[in-house]
């Protein structure tokens, strides 16, 4: 699972920073992810792709593209933030969620509200330290199993600035856990953002991480 993970985050890294044009995808999803026999991952479905010249930082769109579950939200609410790359990274975020969680990351029929959206969830899970229910495995791949699960929750943040590249993303996934730190509680309406004091306090705490360098 890590390694497919890793696969397709080279692979959208690729997209945005390996041609001459940065391309995206803004339909990163399961089922548009393909494995060969080898299991190595690989982006398909290239219908709703935008190229773009590597040196915009925002590119513009007149309507919302990708699955619901997995749009960013700021090609819902213009407020928090201009369309990027970072819609790209948003996707991926829960596509990394729905790999560890094994289930899909907006579920309709749940005991509790707070399990509706899966980010939210698995963050409370994490901030009263307890673990998730992985069955019988062992400390290490708990571990990596945590490392994903604190990369996506970066990935899923509300606001674009404060997501990490696709390129930091793999440093993240390629790091010790050790040195990761627990993002701002993601949220899913643009009015349950934190302060803007929280936010920055947290992206404070990752000296090893310039999450808003794109290189």
């Known amino acids: 699972m890590f390694e497919i993970a890793l696969g397709v985050a080279r692979?959208?890294?690729?997209?945005?920073?390996?041609?001459?044009?940065?391309?995206?995808?803004?339909?990163?999803?399961?089922?548009?992810?393909?494995?060969?026999?080898?299991?190595?991952?690989?982006v398909s479905d290239f219908g709703l792709a935008k190229l773009y010249p590597i040196d915009d930082s925002f590119v513009s769109l007149t309507a919302a593209r990708g699955t619901p579950g997995y749009i960013a939200p700021e090609l819902f609410y213009k407020n928090i933030?201009?369309?990027s790359y970072k819609a790209d990274v948003y996707s991926f975020g829960m596509l990394l969620?729905?790999?560890?969680?094994?289930?899909?990351?907006?579920?309709?029929?749940?005991?509790?509200?707070?399990e509706v959206y899966f980010p939210t969830w698995i963050y409370d899970q994490f901030d009263?330290?307890?673990?998730?229910?992985?069955?019988?495995?062992t400390n290490v791949e708990k571990?990596?199993?945590?490392?994903?699960?604190?990369?996506?929750?970066?990935?899923?943040?509300?606001?674009p600035v404060i997501?990490?590249?696709?390129?930091?993303v793999l440093?993240?996934?390629?790091?010790?856990?050790?040195?990761?730190?627990m993002p701002p509680r993601p949220c899913l309406f643009?009015?349950?953002?934190?302060?803007?004091?929280?936010?920055?306090?947290?992206?404070?705490?990752?000296?090893?991480?310039?999450?808003e360098a794109r290189t």
């Not at 998730?132 to 495995?137: A, C, P, S, W």
């Not at 571990?143 to 606001?159: G, S, T």
């Not at 643009?190 to 999450?211: Q, V, Y």
């Open 11 to 42: 692979g959208i890294e690729y997209l945005h920073r390996g041609c001459q044009m940065q391309i995206l995808h803004f339909d990163i999803k399961p089922h548009n992810i393909l494995l060969d026999d080898n299991f190595n991952p690989k």
């Open 81 to 83: 933030g201009g369309v």
């Open 97 to 114: 969620m729905e790999m560890v969680g094994k289930r899909r990351n907006f579920k309709e029929f749940v005991n509790q509200l707070s």
């Open 128 to 137: 009263r330290g307890e673990d998730i229910d992985l069955g019988d495995v």
């Open 143 to 159: 571990n990596i199993v945590k490392k994903m699960v604190i990369v996506a929750l970066w990935c899923v943040q509300m606001k």
């Open 163 to 168: 997501r990490p590249s696709m390129t930091k």
């Open 171 to 181: 440093e993240m996934l390629e790091s010790e856990i050790e040195l990761l730190k």
């Open 190 to 211: 643009p009015f349950e953002l934190p302060t803007a004091d929280h936010a920055n306090i947290s992206l404070a705490a990752m000296p090893t991480m310039s999450l």
